[in-house]
C-alpha cells in the first residue's frame, strides 16, 4: 500500500473538513475574509522567510526549543513507565498559546494589518496576544466575558499592562462563547485593517489546520528530542484539551506513526456522569456547530449551548477543535476524562516529587499518566505535555486545599 493514500496527516479537505467535521459555517459577510485569510495563509506556508522569522522568534523570543524531561522521580514513585515532560511551560508567557500567536501575528503583519482582536476566556490567549502586539507595536483588542473578567483579575491587569485594550462582554452570560461572538462582529465591522487571533484549533477553516500548524513545533521537536534521549519513539502520547491545540501541536507530527498511541484528556470536572458539570465535548457532548464549524459540544436537548464546567479556567470551552472529533471518530486517538480531584492530586505530586508547579490543564494529562503508567512495563515511554506552568493556579489549589492565602 502506498502511504501518501494512508496518512492521517493530509487534512483537513479544499473545504475545510476533517471527515463530517469541520468546515466554514459563517455568515456571507465574513466569507470573503476568511478567504482572503485561507489564501494568505497558503503562499505564507510554502513561503521560507516566514518560517525563517518564525523560527529566529521561536528561538531568541519564546525560548524554543523547550526541553523533553525525564521525570525520574516521578516516574519512580508510579512505579511502572518511564515519562518524560515536553517542557512548553518554559516558554516566554508560561504557556504552549505563544507558539501560534506568534504565527498568526506575523501573518497579520505580512497582510498589511495594523490591528489585532483576540477573544479569551481565562485570560491566557489574551495575554499572549498582548504580549506579541506589545513586541510588534500593534493595536490589541481583547473580547472578555464580562463574568471572566472579574475572575481572571490577574490576567486582565496583565494584558492592560501590555497596553491592550479589554473588552468587557454582556451579552450572553458573558463567557468565552459570548466573546467569541463579539470578536466575530467586530472583525466584519472592521476588516480593512484587522485581524482575528484565535487561540484554539476551533473556528471556521482555516484557523484549525493554521494553529495546528503552528502548534506542531512541539511535536516536532518532541519528536526528534527523543530519537535522541531512547533512539526510538515514545509508545504513548498524551495532552490535556480545552480546545485542543497543545494536543493537536504534540499529536500531529505522530499521527502516521500507527504504533504511538495517542490520548488526549479533558476536563471532568466533577464527573462525566453528574448533570453536565464538566467540560467533556468528546467524552460526554454530542455533534453540533459553533463558532463557525461542526464538532463535538456540550450542548442541551435542544442544541443550547452548555457552560463547561473545570476546576482549571483554561479548559472550559464547550468544544473541541474538529481534528480532534474526526480523530475520535475514526479511533486514530483515544479521548478520557479526569476529575478535577484527580488533577490536583497530580499537581500536588507533580510539585513534590519535580520540583515543577504545573498549570492544572497540563495536570490532568498527568492524572491521566498516573492512571496508567503504575500498569506498563518500565520499558514503556510516555511523553506528555507539560503545557503551562501553574503560577496563575497557586491561589485556586490553595482554596481547594484549605490552605489559607490571608
Ligand atoms: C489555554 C490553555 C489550554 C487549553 O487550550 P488548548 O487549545 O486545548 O491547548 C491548556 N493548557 C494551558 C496551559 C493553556 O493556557
New binding site residues.
Given amino acids: 500500500m502506498n502511504d501518501l493514500f494512508n496518512s492521517f496527516m493530509t487534512g483537513p479537505d479544499e473545504k475545510g473538513r476533517f471527515g463530517i467535521f469541520g468546515g466554514r459555517f459563517v455568515s456571507e459577510t465574513l466569507m470573503p475574509l476568511i478567504l482572503e485569510l485561507e489564501d494568505q495563509y497558503e503562499r505564507a506556508k510554502t513561503d521560507e522567510s516566514f518560517w525563517a522569522e518564525m523560527d529566529f522568534l521561536w528561538k531568541h523570543y519564546v525560548g524554543r526549543p523547550s526541553p523533553l524531561y525525564h521525570a525520574e522521580r516521578l516516574s519512580e514513585r508510579l512505579g511502572g513507565a518511564k515519562v518524560y515532560m515536553k517542557r512548553d511551560e518554559l516558554n516566554h508567557t508560561g ?3 505563544i507558539n501560534n500567536v506568534l504565527g498568526q501575528i506575523i501573518l497579520a503583519r505580512r497582510m498589511g494589518k495594523t490591528r489585532i482582536i483576540a477573544e479569551t476566556g ?1 485570560g ?2 489574551g495575554v499572549a496576544t498582548a504580549t506579541v502586539c506589545a513586541k510588534f507595536g500593534l493595536k490589541c483588542v481583547v473580547y472578555m466575558g464580562a463574568h471572566d473578567v472579574e475572575r481572571q483579575q490577574p490576567n486582565v491587569f496583565r494584558m492592560k499592562l501590555l497596553g491592550a485594550e479589554v473588552i468587557p462582554v454582556t451579552s450572553g452570560r458573558g463567557t468565552l462563547k459570548d466573546a467569541m461572538n463579539d470578536a466575530l462582529r467586530d472583525w466584519v465591522t472592521n476588516v480593512r485593517d484587522t485581524f482575528y487571533c484565535i ?3 476551533a473556528g471556521p477553516h482555516p484557523y484549525p489546520a493554521m494553529v495546528r500548524d503552528f502548534q506542531a513545533i512541539i511535536g516536532k521537536e518532541a519528536k526528534e528530542q527523543m530519537m535522541e534521549a531512547e533512539g526510538r519513539l515514545p509508545d504513548t502520547i498524551i495532552a ?8 493537536m501541536g504534540l499529536f500531529y507530527p505522530f499521527l502516521d506513526d500507527k504504533d504511538v498511541r495517542i490520548i488526549g484528556v479533558e476536563a471532568g470536572g466533577k464527573g462525566v456522569n453528574e448533570k453536565m458539570e464538566h467540560c467533556a465535548s468528546l467524552t460526554g457532548g454530542r455533534p453540533g456547530v459553533l463558532h463557525g464549524n461542526r464538532t463535538y459540544l456540550l450542548q442541551d436537548e435542544d442544541g443550547q449551548i452548555l457552560e463547561g464546567f473545570s476546576i482549571s479556567a ?2 472550559d470551552y464547550p468544544g473541541i477543535g474538529p481534528e480532534h472529533a474526526w480523530l475520535h471518530d475514526i479511533g486514530r486517538a483515544e479521548y478520557v476524562a479526569i476529575t478535577d480531584k484527580e488533577a490536583l492530586a497530580a499537581f500536588q505530586l507533580c510539585c513534590e516529587t519535580e520540583g515543577i508547579i504545573p ?1 492544572l ?2 495536570s490532568h494529562a498527568l492524572a491521566h499518566v498516573m492512571k496508567i503508567a503504575p500498569d506498563l512495563p518500565k520499558d514503556h515511554i510516555i511523553c506528555m505535555n507539560m ?2 506552568r501553574g503560577d496563575k493556579d497557586i491561589f485556586t489549589v490553595a482554596k481547594h486545599l484549605g490552605f489559607d492565602m490571608g
Wanted: proline share 4%; with cysteine.
Fill in positions: 504557556a504552549h498559546k481565562a491566557q490567549h487561540g484554539t484549533v490535556a484539551i480545552g480546545g485542543g491545540s497543545n494536543a483554561g479548559l498549570a490543564e497540563p503545557c503551562g
